[in-house]
């Protein structure tokens, strides 16, 4: 197994920092309050209140096997890119119903309704990516 560069480092820590971030979000969501769902601006509170149980399960294999994916690319094993694939599908599948299933493009702007989405389906897809040149690079067993 080769050595990865100290760069590789860094983008395994912070692809853990990115999926505790993941983690937190999730866990405020499942623990949100009627006040604090009653506090959420109405456009954003009408689609909370649409999205069905499963959803948030979809929504916990996306962050808790995305962070699984960045803890094994830190300990170097090949699994990552497996448990990287299982949460960008489950990011497919969380945004996907969202944005079929839900009015949110006409309650809110494009920007406000995609742009984190966006972002977050970009970082998966190039942690699978990541962790893929990673294993061809030897880097990881």
């Known amino acids: 197994m080769n050595k990865p560069p100290t760069w590789f480092w860094i983008v395994a820590v912070l692809a853990v920092l990115w999926e505790c971030m993941g983690c ?24 909370w209140l649409m999205m069905p149980s499963w959803l948030f399960g979809v929504f916990a294999i996306a962050v808790w096997i995305g962070l699984a994916g960045a803890i094994t690319l830190l300990l170097r094993k090949r699994l990552a890119r497996s448990l990287f694939i ?20 006409q309650k809110m702007s494009f920007g406000e309704a995609a742009g984190l989405p966006i972002a977050i389906f970009v ?11 990673a294993t061809k690079r030897g880097w990881l067993n």
Request: net charge negative; charged share 5%; aromatic share 12%.
């Open 24 to 47: 937190m979000s999730y866990l405020q969501e499942v623990t949100m309050t009627p006040a604090q769902l009653a506090a959420m601006p109405v456009e954003q509170r009408d689609i």
């Open 123 to 133: 970082i998966g897809a190039v942690l699978v990516w990541f962790a893929g040149f």
């Open 86 to 105: 299982v949460s960008l599908a489950a990011i497919v599948v969380q945004f996907g119903w969202v944005f079929t299933q839900t009015p949110i493009l």
